[in-house]
T-cell receptor, first 116, second 111 residues
Framework: NAGVMQNPRHLVRRRGQEARLRCSPM?????VYWYRQLPEEGLKFMVY????????ESGMPKERFSAEFPKEGPSILRIQQVVRGDSAAYFC??????????????FGPGTRLTVL | QKEVEQNSGPLSVPEGAIASLNCTYS??????FFWYRQYSGKSPELIMF????GDKEDGRFTAQLNKASQYVSLLIRDSQPSDSATYLC???????????FGGGTRLMVKP
């Protein structure tokens, strides 16, 4: 019973490059959430998606960041033209449903992005 | 702004003791409360969730919720060195789905 999968686990990019982070939810889960944890800071919500829909992107930076969850395949968090301040751990979580607080989010192992 | 507050610690307890972790939240519209454990360099791992006022027990863990006072706590009985980690309190507010996290409390259990 595979958990949430994320890849790559570690990603190194130079300033100005693009970063693509992938997340496959747990089996039976159709709701995906992305969170970011900056060094020595707490976890912050970024975006909530269902298949082919962005439900809540209130935590996403206005520029350079985008997310999708296509009908087929994993959810992707894309960061264009990365800057050093984007260096962080990016965690994906999934839940079976999005019924308010009635469903629990399980986290993947995270992708640790380092921008040189 | 909806906030979740935790004492950053470290909270140091001897092995076998009870560790008590506390969390307060700002919005009375909060409906669901979660405790996650995060080891250094790892991802958050769910320990417990609680929705109703009162206590909820699961093994060595007890979550306590008091909505009138807007706090939620986690008790760890018979603490073990392997419990040493950062404990994250998280809240889901009404009509929302995102988890709002506190900054975490670092727990150290000394043998």
């Amino acid at each position: 019973n595979a958990g949430v999968m994320q890849n790559p686990r570690h990603l190194v990019r130079r300033r100005g490059q693009e970063a693509r982070l992938r997340c496959s939810p747990m089996k039976g889960h159709s709701h995906v959430y992305w969170y970011r944890q900056l060094p020595e800071e707490g976890l912050k919500f970024m975006v909530y998606l269902q298949k082919e829909n962005i439900i809540d992107e209130s935590g996403m930076p206005k520029e350079r960041f985008s997310a999708e969850f296509p009908k087929e395949g994993p959810s992707i968090l894309r960061i264009q033209q990365v800057v050093r301040g984007d260096s962080a751990a990016y965690f994906c979580a999934s839940s079976r449903s999005g019924t308010g607080g009635a469903d629990t989010q399980y986290f993947g192992p995270g992708t640790r992005l380092t921008v040189l | 702004q909806k906030e979740v507050e935790q004492n950053s610690g470290p909270l140091s307890v001897p092995e076998g003791a009870i560790a008590s972790l506390n969390c307060t939240y700002s919005d009375r519209g909060s409906q669901s409360f979660f405790w996650y454990r995060q080891y250094s360099g790892k991802s958050p791992e769910l320990i417990m969730f609680i929705y109703s006022n009162g206590d909820k027990e699961d093994g060595r863990f007890t979550a306590q919720l008091n909505k009138a006072s807007q706090y939620v706590s986690l008790l760890i009985r018979d603490s073990q060195p392997s419990d040493s980690a950062t404990y994250l309190c998280a809240v889901i507010y009404n009509a929302g789905n995102m988890l709002t996290f506190g900054g975490g409390t670092r727990l150290m259990v000394k043998p």
